[in-house]
């Protein structure tokens, strides 16, 4: 069945550094990877989503990068800031079919 | 706040009950996911309905069952609760199928003692 490998499940970076979060997916059909951002006790956000037909988007310093022959698709967040502080999840679908969702990644921005 | 809601917020109850949780989507989605989180477990997908129907199903156990109403609204029920269904339940809705963003609620945090 569908699959989504997200890594690391932890990350901690310095305030000011780049973070890199890595997922792969395991069916070759999906075409739409959407990434979300979740705080501590509140409901998931969409931050940034790359479609099958483009390779990377950017979005101030949020990117993500997609590579289908290899079937993994990457957050990278740079300037790191408090504020990143939270859990991200990447997700895979197709077409209109179910989302699946990575087991998240908590990102720690120390000062 | 993103427009989909959810009630209740907190529900406690005890093994072997039934409870109902329910969503009310974004005006005009026609699509609802639900999505359980447990402590270690990110977000499962349990199922998705679309303008009615059935569209899809995930790892949803048979003593759970959803429906969508008419009016978009779903309802999603838990029977013969076990300690390990306590989790967060999400539900999310988008305007069309998936390939577009998914909004979520706040989520009903179910803890069965």
């Known amino acids: 069945g569908e699959n989504v490998e997200q890594h690391p499940s932890t990350l901690s970076v310095q305030e000011g550094d780049s973070a890199v979060i890595k997922c792969t997916y395991s069916?070759?059909?999906?075409?739409?990877f959407p990434w979300y951002k979740q705080e501590l006790g509140k409901r998931p956000q969409l931050i940034i989503d790359?479609?099958?037909?483009?390779g990377e988007k950017k979005d101030q310093r949020i990117a993500v990068t997609l590579n289908k022959t290899a079937k993994h698709f990457s957050l990278h967040i740079t300037e790191t800031q408090p504020e990143d502080s939270a859990v991200y999840f990447c997700?895979?679908?197709?077409?209109?079919?179910?989302?699946?969702f990575g087991k998240g990644t908590r990102l720690h921005i120390l000062p | 706040d993103s427009g989909v809601t959810q009630t209740p917020k907190h529900l406690i109850t005890a093994t072997g009950q039934r409870v109902t949780l329910r969503c009310s989507p974004r005006?005009?989605?026609?699509?609802v996911y639900w999505y359980q989180q447990s402590l270690d477990q990110g977000l499962q997908f349990l199922i998705q309905y679309y303008n009615g129907e059935e569209r899809a199903k995930g790892n949803i156990l048979e003593r759970f069952s959803a429906q969508q109403f008419p009016d978009l609204h779903s309802e999603l029920n838990l029977s013969s609760l076990e300690l390990g269904d306590s989790a967060l339940y999400f539900c999310a809705s988008s305007v069309l199928g998936l390939n577009t963003e998914a909004f979520f609620g706040q989520g009903t945090r179910l803890t069965v003692v």
């Open positions: 790359i479609r099958s037909n483009v």
């Open positions: 069916d070759s059909a999906s075409n739409y």
């Open positions: 005006s005009g989605d026609l699509s």
């Open positions: 997700a895979a679908s197709i077409r209109d079919d179910k989302i699946i």
